[in-house]
């Protein structure tokens, strides 16, 4: 299954049932942190698996991590530490999101848990690192199905979509149950050139970014901010992340981590291959002052 369609099926999981992990998915995800893609390799990351996942949402209740404050239990935990650098925390969102994407596979739940107190979660945890806990992601079989057509509710019963083309013809994308999250369309996050010079669809197509574009709506940020945007020129893409001085500069450097990674594997897809610079880019005076340039793909 490609990176593009799986983006469909992740979601994040705040109900777990209270079983285990089995031995085979254990190994499979062990694996998969054995195998981190390279950019992990610019990054001293580590991953820390957590077996008691009930004592741990007790413990770490009460303001040291959790989704809006509220620890979030889980049969189990990962707990990813890095260096206290914004490029590392960039590169432990790409490689967290990587895990989590490919945990989906094996219908694996997960979901991104903040950490509010780095050093008494470690403390807690017992884990002996001078890294900072910069996440824990749960992990666990998700207690409730939800039909992946949810997301695509405000389309309407039979007609065209990104869907119908991407090979999902059956979808009934009338069902609406849950409560859809209001997303941008892809001409609301994306630049040619230069800020502000908003393209139409066409144009998109044209340069072959539509399809990567699209799924990139799919990737979480912190309080679904969606606080990206791109600019295309030539064979570059920068991204901006949009600054808060509400959250931590950690979170605001793993939401660019992940949006790296949706829009480098969407891009990867569509046979567009290429890498991101984490560099300190300078950029044109017309950005507003509340984004900053988080990365250059380079293809």
């Known amino acids: ?58 413990d770490l209740d009460g303001g040291l991590a959790g989704y809006f404050g509220k620890m979030i239990e889980a049969p189990h935990y990962f707990v990813l530490l890095s260096d206290p650098k914004s490029k590392c925390y ?25 950490v509010i107190d780095s050093e008494k979660v470690k403390e807690v945890l017992n884990i002996q690192s001078d890294k ?69 669809v066409e144009e998109l197509e044209m340069r072959g970014i539509h399809e990567a574009l699209f799924y990139m709506r799919l990737a979480p940020s912190y309080k679904n901010r969606q606080p990206w945007y791109f600019i295309v020129k030539g064979n570059e893409i920068d991204l901006f992340i949009q600054q808060s001085d509400e959250i931590s500069s950690c979170i605001q450097c793993l939401d660019a981590g992940i949006a790296m990674f949706y829009f480098e594997v969407g891009l990867h897809d569509v046979g567009m291959k290429g890498k991101w610079n984490l560099s300190d880019f300078e950029t044109s005076t017309d950005i507003p002052k509340d984004y900053k340039i988080a990365g250059r793909y380079q293809y």
């Not at 499979?28 to 008691?52: G, H, R, T």
């Not at 967290?96 to 903040?114: M, P, R, S, V």
């Open 132 to 200: 900072e806990a910069v996440a824990l992601i749960a992990a666990g079989y998700p207690k409730k199905e939800y039909k992946l057509s949810n997301i695509y509710a405000s389309i309407k019963r039979g007609s065209i979509s990104a869907l119908t083309d991407l090979g999902y013809p059956n979808i009934d994308s009338g069902y609406s149950k849950e409560i859809v999250s209001s997303r941008k369309s892809i001409t609301e996050f994306v630049f040619i050139d230069e800020w502000g010079n908003v393209p139409d």
């Open 1 to 58: 299954m490609k990176s593009l369609k799986l983006a469909e099926k992740r979601r994040s999981v705040r109900e777990y049932k209270n079983k285990k992990l089995t031995e085979d998915d254990r190994k499979y995800l062990n694996q998969l942190i054995m195998e981190k893609p390279l950019i992990a390799e610019d990054a001293s990351l580590e991953f820390v698996f957590v077996e008691n996942g009930e004592k741990t949402a007790k």
């Open 90 to 114: 960039k590169i432990a969102g790409y490689v967290g999101e990587w895990l989590i994407l490919n945990a989906t596979k094996k219908d694996i739940g997960t979901c991104w848990i903040e």
